[in-house]
């Protein structure tokens, strides 16, 4: 009997030592202190409304950590309407310390907090990356650093259609990684945001662009040595429509980088220029040679209801390239594009 008591008394022993043992923990937890209320189209700003708790309990040795927080589900309200979450930012606000292990409190630029507009992405964006502050506490202490952020839903029309009485859950996840991109410790975070559909929003600007059945298919046709010797130049009359509530800029742009022929022959696109003429005014817009990039044909000051422009393809006088290239039909497609101001 005595050695069975003796026994019960070793194990109870040993499990209240195992009870009191701590492991080494470096962790975080992420969590918000209110909520997002966006009342108009210039968006919102909410101090201090996401707080980060780094908690260090040694004996830790970590250097170049990093911390890195994603998007972790599209953010999508009951109405399915969806807010593009690149406009959500976060900015660093301010920080403290508790209980921390040194005397010496570490600075923000000794931590590397980034302190500009951090947008939001479904893949990590870096808070903090590479700190210049090893972690290394000896056993038995213990330091906690808490940072706050700001969180800044960027302005513009877009939010006119995203508005609701539904609130939208932004889901995220903060992230610890050591020097090699291991990963050391998360912590979901979670808010919710109201675009409120009382507020101040800019009216959504109406526009559009066509081009006229007569001017779909552009042609400019060398006949005779005259043409390649002095160029061509063709005029479609009310080639293009145009309406907009609101002052604008007309584009062009290729959609191929070549003019491509049946053969799989390439003639260069700046053979080929553009220019459009206003068709009350007869002023001319400027003359562009033709590129696979946006190039501005025109700027309106004023808004136009069903407005007309006439299109003009032309090429230059002996233009070399053209003079090289083989006979056949060269093609590309290309795309207006009306842009308000």
Request: glycine content about 6%.
């Amino acid at each position: 009997m005595k050695n069975n008591r003796l026994i019960k008394n070793i194990v109870l022993i040993v499990f209240f030592l195992l009870s009191i043992y701590s492991y080494p923990q470096f962790t975080i937890n992420a969590y918000n202190n209110g909520w997002i209320l966006v009342n108009g189209s210039s968006g919102v700003t909410v101090k201090n409304v996401g707080t980060i708790q780094l908690h260090l309990n040694g004996a830790l040795n970590y250097k170049n950590w990093s911390i890195v927080a994603r998007v972790t589900s599209p953010i999508i309200n009951s109405d399915n309407k969806e807010f593009p979450a690149e406009k959500l930012n976060f900015k660093y606000s301010s920080y403290t310390t508790q209980q921390y292990y040194a005397e010496n409190y570490p600075t923000i630029t000794q931590l590397g907090v980034i302190q500009n507009n951090i947008p939001m992405s479904f893949s990590p964006v870096y808070f903090i990356r590479n700190s210049p502050l090893p972690i290394t506490i000896p056993t038995g202490k213990y330091g906690g650093i808490q940072l706050s952020y700001d969180i800044i839903i960027e302005g513009g029309n877009y939010l006119n259609s995203l508005k609701s009485w539904n609130n939208y859950p932004i889901r995220l996840e903060f992230t610890i990684v050591n020097e090699f991109g291991t990963v050391i410790a998360t912590s979901p975070f979670s808010i919710d945001m109201q675009i409120s559909p009382n507020g101040n929003y800019d009216v959504t600007p109406t526009f559009s662009i066509s081009v006229n059945s007569s001017a779909i298919n552009g042609e400019l046709i060398f006949n005779t040595i005259q043409d390649y010797k002095n160029g061509v130049r063709k005029e479609y009359q009310d080639g293009l429509n145009v309406s907009s509530d609101t002052p604008y800029e007309i584009q062009v742009s290729s959609v191929n980088q070549y003019l491509k022929s049946n053969s799989s022959d390439n003639l260069e696109l700046n053979s080929i220029r553009v220019q459009i003429k206003d068709t009350e005014t007869g002023k001319l817009s400027n003359e562009i040679k033709l590129s696979d990039y946006n190039q501005t044909l025109y700027s309106s000051s004023t808004k136009s209801n069903a407005k007309k422009y006439n299109i003009i393809y032309s090429t230059s006088p002996a233009d070399e390239k053209i003079l090289n290239s083989k006979p056949g039909d060269y093609s590309t497609s290309l795309q207006y594009t009306i842009i308000p101001l």
